[in-house]
Each structure stands twice: as structure tokens, then as C-alpha cells.
T-cell receptor, first 117, second 115 residues
């Protein structure tokens, strides 16, 4: 079985603050992929990043950065100098099975981030 | 990049009627598409896996006779909510990927309201 836990249900910050969204996952597979998606109020899901289980290098993309640590089964997401447009629900997700299931994602519960001006 | 189009964006229907939602992969062929359901302030729940040319695989607890899925071509999957009831009101999202482990690309979702 696989599971993704996002313990922070809601986070509220003031613009320009840094914020970290936590994600902890469980899987018995050695090969798996982790994802982050953003869901703004309009509802669509926007892909942010994919990381495979063999690549623990941290990644930075503009104001976004991700910290993947297999030792703690965590894949945390940090937004630097947050902006109001970052307000959204962020989902962490995991794929760890193939075959007929294909890209069957397991989602965390999501973290509602509100950035106040 | 890969684009998934979902139609309609929103629909209001009367209780007892059926509603069809379309999901199209616009610039790639998707042998597998996925249908999710999302209640307000909740996560996405996988309803079924839609396989081109074969029957859909439903998750436990999802009524296959109520949520009919057809994947007639490599670019189109449809979800029909039959005999809709107010409790079926929800946000339905489809997704597709180029291959296993590839990022899933999501449609914009369909907000269904059953009155």
C-alpha cells in the first residue's frame, strides 16, 4: 500500500515570507515517483515537479525549491518570497506501481496556502 | 506540452437525468486515462482507470453502473453519470499521461450540480 501525508491542512503567510509545505510518503517499492501539483481557486491542477526515487538532488526553479530525503521519506516544497498569486491548494502525490495501473497517482490531502498582501 | 481538454466546465442537471463528461488528449495519444472526483476542501479520489478498447477498472466503492466510462479512442474518454442525484454533485477531473511514471496532465475539471 502507498500513502501520502500532508500534515498541514492550512497555512497562512504574509507576502514575501518563505513557506515550506511538508509531504511524507509511504511505499514498499524501491522505484517510485513523487509529484507536486498546484490547484488554484479555478480548479485546474498544474504540474510543478516530478522526482524519481533514485535522484535525491534538491531542485530549484525560480522561487520554488524541493527537498527530497529518502531517509525520512519526505519531499518538502518551499516557496521563497511568497506572492499572493501563490495562494492555492498544493498536492503532493506518489506513483509506485506500474503494469495495468499505469500512472496511478496517490494524492495527499492537500495544503491550502493563503498568502496575504 | 501535453494538453488535456475536459468538457463541459460546469453543468447543472435535474435529479434523475444523465450527464456526460468528455476528456480529450489534444496532442498525444493516451491509452490510459483516469477519472477523479473531488469534494470541496478535500483531496482527489480516483474513481476509475479508463483503458482504450477495454473495460474501465473501477476503484473499490465506485458504482460502475452509475459512473459509465467509455474509452473509444486513444484521445477520448467519457464519463457518464447516470440517474444523477444531488449527492453526485462534485468536481470531476480527468487526467492522462504519455507513459507510466510521466506527469499526469489534468483537464480543467467539470463542476457538476444536481438539483
Amino acid at each position: 500500500a502507498q500513502k501520502v501525508t500532508q500534515a498541514q491542512t492550512e497555512i497562512s503567510v504574509v507576502e514575501k515570507e518563505d513557506v515550506t509545505l511538508d509531504c511524507v510518503y509511504e511505499t514498499r517499492d524501491t522505484t517510485y515517483y513523487l509529484f507536486w501539483y498546484k490547484q488554484p481557486p479555478s480548479g485546474e491542477l498544474v504540474f510543478l515537479i516530478r522526482r524519481n526515487s533514485f535522484d535525491e538532488q534538491n531542485e530549484i526553479s525560480g522561487r520554488y525549491s524541493w527537498n527530497f530525503q529518502k531517509s525520512t521519506s519526505s519531499f518538502n516544497f518551499t516557496i521563497t518570497a511568497s506572492q499572493v498569486v501563490d495562494s492555492a491548494v498544493y498536492f503532493c502525490a506518489l506513483i509506485s506501481s506500474t503494469g495495468t495501473s499505469g500512472s496511478r497517482l496517490t494524492f495527499g490531502e492537500g495544503t491550502q496556502l493563503t498568502v496575504n498582501p | 506540452g501535453a494538453v488535456v481538454s475536459q468538457h463541459p466546465s460546469w453543468v447543472i442537471c435535474k435529479s434523475g437525468t444523465s450527464v456526460k463528461i468528455e476528456c480529450r488528449s489534444l496532442d498525444f495519444q493516451a491509452t490510459t486515462m483516469f477519472w477523479y472526483r473531488q469534494f470541496p476542501k478535500q483531496s482527489l479520489m480516483l474513481m476509475a482507470t479508463s483503458n482504450e478498447g477495454s473495460k474501465a477498472t473501477y476503484e473499490q466503492g465506485v458504482e460502475k453502473d452509475k459512473f459509465l466510462i467509455n474509452h473509444a479512442s486513444l484521445t477520448l474518454s467519457t464519463l457518464t453519470v447516470t440517474s444523477a442525484h444531488p449527492e453526485d454533485s462534485s468536481f470531476y477531473i480527468c487526467s492522462a499521461s504519455l507513459s507510466a511514471y510521466s506527469p499526469l496532465h489534468f483537464g480543467n475539471g467539470t463542476r457538476l450540480t444536481v438539483t
